[in-house]
């Protein structure tokens, strides 16, 4: 399951690639996970800012939610120097 990313403002991390993605592709929680190989709460310290995923899973976290590796690295760019 693909959920395509659509172009908004640059904000942190978590904005970008965690609850917000998550709910507009309708996924919870728990899909990501699973589809991810890791734990809800990794899933739930990400979108909090607690911690930040692997590059492994962050790559993985593009794919599912739709977004090119480029798009990807440009955001996380972006959240590392405000």
Same mark, same amino acid.
């Given at each position: 399951?693909? +959920? !395509?990313? @659509?172009? =908004?403002?640059? %904000?942190?991390?978590?904005? #970008? !690639? =965690? %609850?917000? #993605? %998550? /709910?507009? +592709? ?21 979108? #909090?800012?607690? *911690?930040?995923? *692997?590059? *492994?899973? /962050? &790559?993985?976290?593009?794919? &599912? @939610? ?5 798009? &990807? &690295? /440009?955001?996380?760019?972006? *959240?590392? #120097?405000?």
């Amino acid at each position: 399951m693909l +959920c !395509f990313h @659509y172009r =908004g403002d640059k %904000r942190t991390f978590q904005q #970008n !690639f =965690g %609850r917000e #993605n %998550r /709910l507009r +592709c309708k996924m919870t929680q728990e899909f990501v996970s699973e589809a991810l190989g890791v734990s809800r709460q990794a899933v739930s310290k990400w979108e #909090n800012g607690t *911690s930040d995923p *692997s590059t *492994s899973n /962050l &790559l993985a976290l593009g794919k &599912l @939610y739709g977004i090119s590796t480029e798009e &990807l &690295l /440009l955001h996380v760019s972006d *959240s590392q #120097n405000p």
